[in-house]
């Protein structure tokens, strides 16, 4: 399996599809803007890092119409298909494939005549929460290289956490190819496969959590007067900021969370209302609870 200038197909090129797409075709973009005169060390990694750029992407989706919205959404840089008939011909004229369909349909779309046989000797990339390596395993040929992925929402705006895991015979090609695509779309780690469930229920399901916090506190700033657009504004830059904080400088949340309260002081007395309210207790059940769920999404239903 050759990894060099690869031709990535997406099955069910949806959100993250195109999130995806674009993210890799800005960070291309990005890479090829003129710059100063390198060293020929880093001149040699350039060159390596180019074979692993896509040469094209091909989406494909399930109706006509889904694929003309989508056309036009991409543009010329992206060939767009429909249909099983689709899905068959873009996956034969890929190198890798990524797998971006809901969790209860990817055994049908992985399934369907033609689509086996065309995965033969190419890489696999599976972004559907719950369903495990060995499944997709199980729906390829033994020659396919098949890596599990758990992108989020925010990659949309390249703010993205993906935490990709890897089959047993995977290549560091692999890997890192992998690696590279999701980097596009903000921070990636790799991780064993069987850390996903709560990946899923972290980074995954994440910022819906996260976005129930942010319009808490922004009604307790219209509770006290704020106008609307004020108090959602200043919430989440204040919820973006703490964040950076802690990937930026490295410490612990407590340790911000401390620096900010002052004895007597109002942090504190609101600190002592949230722990009233069993917040982190709720909000650690919270990821127990999705984590769950995750693990069942990939099962066949009776």
């Known amino acids: ?60 989706v399930s109706h006509e119409d889904s694929a003309a919205k989508l056309g036009k959404v991409l543009g010329d840089q992206v060939k767009v298909l429909h249909g099983a008939a689709g899905n068959v011909q873009g996956v034969k004229k890929s190198n890798v494939v990524l797998l971006c369909t809901k969790p209860q349909v990817a055994k049908a779309v992985l399934s369907a005549p033609g689509i086996k046989e065309a995965l033969t000797d190419k890489l696999l990339v599976s972004i559907c929460a719950g369903v495990t390596i060995d499944q997709l395993q199980s729906w390829t040929t033994p020659t396919t290289t098949v890596i599990r992925a758990m992108p989020n929402t925010p990659c949309k705006i390249r703010e993205g956490m993906t935490v990709i895991s890897c089959g047993p015979n995977t290549d560091i090609q692999a890997m890192e190819f992998t690696s590279k695509i999701f980097s596009t779309l903000g921070r990636c780690r790799i991780l064993d496969e069987k850390h996903l469930d709560a990946v899923t229920a972290l980074a995954g399901s994440g910022p819906a959590f996260a976005c129930v916090m942010l319009e808490a506190l922004a009604d307790g700033g219209v509770m006290m007067g704020l106008p609307r657009d004020v108090a959602t504004e200043l919430a ?16 612990h949340p407590a340790a ?19 722990e009233d309210g069993k917040i982190r207790s709720t909000l650690a059940r919270t990821i127990q609870e999705a984590a769950t769920v995750a693990s069942t999404l990939g099962r066949d239903k009776k």
């Open 1 to 60: 399996m050759s990894l060099n200038r690869p031709t990535i197909c997406v099955l069910g090129c949806g959100t993250m599809g195109v999130a995806i797409i674009r993210g890799t075709l800005d960070s291309i973009a990005g890479s090829d803007s003129p710059k100063s005169s390198a060293s020929s060390e880093s001149s040699t990694s350039e060159d390596q890092d180019s074979l692993l750029r896509p040469a094209g992407f091909i989406a494909c």
């Open 236 to 251: 989440a830059q204040v919820l973006q900021g703490a964040a950076r904080m802690v990937l930026t400088t490295g410490a």
């Open 256 to 274: 911000i969370k401390d620096s900010v309260t002052t004895p007597g002081g109002c942090t504190i007395a609101g600190l002592l209302t949230m």
